[in-house]
């Protein structure tokens, strides 16, 4: 099947059609995006974005983006900016003041918690020391009645001197 000549060139012209108008949406495409990109960054800088849009669209990207640059931002973003990091600051401020008064609790529980344990230990010391104390007052009274039994007991070599012994073993050698 054969295509006539005339339908060949109609397809060809439309093709070229096609292309043309690819090409044009191209070029107005990257005509505007570059404004849209000077309207989203005057917007950043605190400025009315439309209208930075279209002084872009006509006075060239370029030359928008220079005087926008040159201009920087506005009185208002500047006081957005101060409130906002004044906002910042405040919730800084707050998160440290938890975190002090978290770490003051806790310094707090292990200073009482050290403290128990050194009252425990002293309670200890003292009752055996009192214990000690007890068991040494204990131990002198009984040497105490022990001396005493022993100055009122004669002394061996002076038994033998009182009582007659029959046990001469002693006298024995070994």
């Not at 055996?128 to 131990?139: A, D, E, L, P």
């Amino acid at each position: 099947m054969m295509i006539p000549e005339e339908t060949g060139l109609q397809l060809e012209h439309i093709g070229q059609t096609i292309v043309f108008v690819l090409i044009i949406l191209l070029i107005v495409l990257i005509i505007l995006l570059f404004p849209l990109l000077i309207s989203k960054a005057a917007r950043n800088k605190g400025r009315n974005g439309l209208l930075w849009f279209f002084f872009a669209l006509f006075a060239t990207p370029f030359v928008a983006g220079f005087f926008l640059l040159v201009l920087g931002d506005s009185k208002h973003k500047w006081e957005r900016d101060i409130i906002q990091q004044e906002k910042l600051m405040e919730q800084y401020h707050e998160q440290r003041r938890l975190v002090e008064a978290k770490a003051k609790i806790k310094q707090e529980k292990t200073e009482m918690k050290h403290r128990m344990k050194m009252d425990r230990k002293l309670e200890k010391a003292s009752i055996y020391q009192s214990g000690m104390y007890q068991y040494m007052q204990n131990i002198a009274s009984a040497q105490e009645k022990k001396e005493e039994k022993e100055t009122e007991k004669p002394s061996i070599e002076n038994d033998y001197l009182k009582k007659p012994t029959t046990d001469h073993s002693r006298y024995m050698p070994h």
